[in-house]
């Protein structure tokens, strides 16, 4: 059986992040997702698009690539850039810390990331760029007889 696949590229232009968010929304339709499970997927897409826009490329804009596959019942996630990458990866997923303190950041990204997912890593290597990698398990509500 064939799995479906999405796979799109955009600038890291900070009004892309609502076309990734709403566009991996959508190709998850077919899992019958409840509204929480919608909010959850499309929070963790816009952080996810969000780090690469500021974190990645900074001023400049960069290629941003997400990745989408369902699979018995789940959406796997796949977003990441060929930006700066991150030092110490352990470090930056904890909660509120964050590189740009003077920009205000909060630092939640990764945590929020990890909390409404179900499934959650970051890959990244310095001067070559980071990939998330998220899952979240949508099985349909059965009906009672």
């Known amino acids: 059986m064939i799995k479906n696949y999405l ?3 955009f600038y890291s232009f900070p009004r892309n992040e609502a076309f ?18 919608l909010s959850d997927v499309k929070t963790a897409v816009s ?8 974190h990645a490329y ?4 960069g290629l941003v690539t997400v990745e989408c596959e369902i699979e018995d ?8 850039d060929k930006g700066k990458g991150i030092a110490d990866v352990e470090q930056a997923v904890q909660p509120f ?9 909060s630092g939640m990204g990764f ?5 409404f997912m179900d499934e959650f890593s ?24």
């Open 47 to 54: 952080e996810a698009v969000t780090n690469c826009t500021v």
């Open 58 to 61: 900074g001023k400049e804009a």
């Open 7 to 9: 796979k799109m590229q």
């Open 122 to 145: 970051v890959n990244s290597k310095e001067g070559e760029g980071t990939v998330v990698y998220m899952s979240k398990s949508i099985k349909a509500e059965v009906e009672n007889a």
């Open 20 to 37: 990734a968010r709403d566009a991996v929304a959508a190709f998850c339709l077919e899992l019958n997702p409840t509204l929480a499970d």
């Open 73 to 80: 019942g789940t959406l796997h996630i796949k977003i990441g």
């Open 111 to 115: 945590t929020i990331m990890q909390t």
């Open 97 to 105: 810390y964050t590189s740009l303190p003077s920009d205000e950041r």
